[in-house]
């Protein structure tokens, strides 16, 4: 199972970044996908998530009206479109994939598998 996150990097605020999570070694279709981010001393803090299954999604608040995430099933691919980057939107970022979940209530220790995280940061 991997999980590779990329599209990370360094911009002004205001400015967008596209995130994406290339998944392989599973059953894409059965799963939900999960953007995480944290902040070295905080905890993790689940941003947005998608399902597969049946494309509901999931925003925390901080960050409706400004993401968005997609999926390609076809690549087995979850993007995340960043626009509006705030200087608090600096984290490390983490995609995870977890079974048959309810990106509306799961939390991130439900999900089984994390990939590497990516770093984003927003200058002000």
């Known amino acids: 199972v991997q999980l590779q996150a990329s599209g990370g990097g360094l911009v002004q605020a205001g400015g967008s970044l596209r995130l994406s999570c290339v998944a392989s070694?599973?059953?894409?279709?059965?799963?939900?996908i999960g953007w995480f981010r944290q902040v070295p001393g905080k905890e993790r803090e689940g941003v947005s998530c998608?399902?597969?299954?049946?494309?509901?999604?999931y925003y925390t608040d901080s960050v409706k009206g400004r993401f968005t995430i997609s999926s390609d099933n076809t690549k087995n691919t979850v993007y995340l479109q960043m626009n509006s980057l705030k200087p608090e939107d600096t984290a490390v970022y983490y995609c995870?994939?977890?079974?048959?979940?309810?990106?509306?209530?799961?939390?991130?220790?439900?999900?089984?598998?994390w990939g590497q995280g990516t770093q984003v940061t927003v200058s002000s």
């Open positions: 070694g599973f059953t894409f279709g059965d799963y939900a």
């Open positions: 995870a994939a977890g079974g048959f979940l309810d990106v509306t209530t799961a939390m991130w220790y439900e999900y089984d598998y």
């Open positions: 998608i399902s597969i299954i049946d494309s509901s999604t």
